[in-house]
């Protein structure tokens, strides 16, 4: 996954909350808040899984579609994240 592309992810938590972030590695990214050193908010809501992820050309794409997927209700941030060429 490490190609130089920026991915945006989202995970789902024990509290059936969903955590979207950015990274170029996802996995080692996941591993990373599984071990506690992610961001504060999957510290205080461990992640269970990876729910999808999508591609970006670089940070700044990948940061601006983050902040999208925030905005949305949290019903419409799965589908979102699955639609192609948003």
């Not at 961001?39 to 269970?48: E, F, K, M, Q, S």
């Not at 899984?49 to 940061?63: I, K, T, W």
């Not at 209700?73 to 699955?82: D, G, M, S």
Request: some cysteine.
């Amino acid at each position: 996954m490490g190609n130089g592309a920026w991915f945006l992810y989202l995970l789902e938590c024990r509290d059936g909350s969903y955590y979207a972030g950015i990274s170029t590695d996802v996995q080692a990214r996941f591993q990373a808040h599984l071990a506690g050193k992610g961001a504060r908010y999957t510290r205080a809501h461990p992640p269970l899984r990876v729910l999808g992820m999508r591609p970006y050309a670089d940070r700044a794409a990948a940061s601006r579609a983050e902040w999208q997927i925030k905005q949305l209700p949290r019903q419409h941030k799965l589908a979102w994240l699955e639609r192609a060429g948003d």
